[in-house]
């Protein structure tokens, strides 16, 4: 058992007991879920494609959210990742904190909560690989990453 004195949160929480800015330290920062997916539009059960077409607040330099903190406003559709939702999450990596926390496995141990790096999910090869902007002459399904 856990010395809860001194071990981790993400340890010794659930994720119902995370406070929202524990909630938002789990994430890793690949910048994955800012990629644009596609589902049919008819049928929940159907797949999620992810696609390497990032959303237009992606910043492919920096290679994460240009505006973390509006982008629910300024970006239809960008998906509010919540506790409440976790279990509907698969379409994210099996590397992602909220994904393994959820199934109540270990953090990777390149994750920037263990490392105190935020550029070590990068130094892995984990983040969204030659995203492409999105724009209005794309055509999504010219995107799917292939599993």
């Known amino acids: 058992m856990k010395n809860t004195e001194t071990a981790p949160f993400w340890e ?53 959210c240009s505006d973390y903190a509006n982008r629910h406003e300024r970006v239809e559709g960008c998906m509010r990742l919540t506790v409440e939702r976790v279990a509907e999450y698969e379409w994210l990596p099996e590397t992602c904190a909220y994904r393994l926390r959820f199934a109540q496995k270990p953090l990777p141990s390149w994750h920037p909560l263990i490392t105190k790096d935020p550029n070590s999910v990068r130094e892995h090869g984990m983040y969204a690989l030659s995203p492409v902007l999105d724009n209005e002459d794309i055509e999504l399904e010219d995107y799917i990453i292939e599993e």
């Open 12 to 64: 010794t929480k659930t994720l119902e007991e995370l406070t929202d800015q524990e909630w938002e330290a789990l994430c890793d920062g690949c910048g994955l879920c800012c990629l644009n997916r596609l589902q049919d539009a008819d049928d929940d059960e159907a797949p999620i494609y992810l696609t390497r077409v990032a959303c237009h607040c992606y910043d492919l330099q920096a290679q994460r």
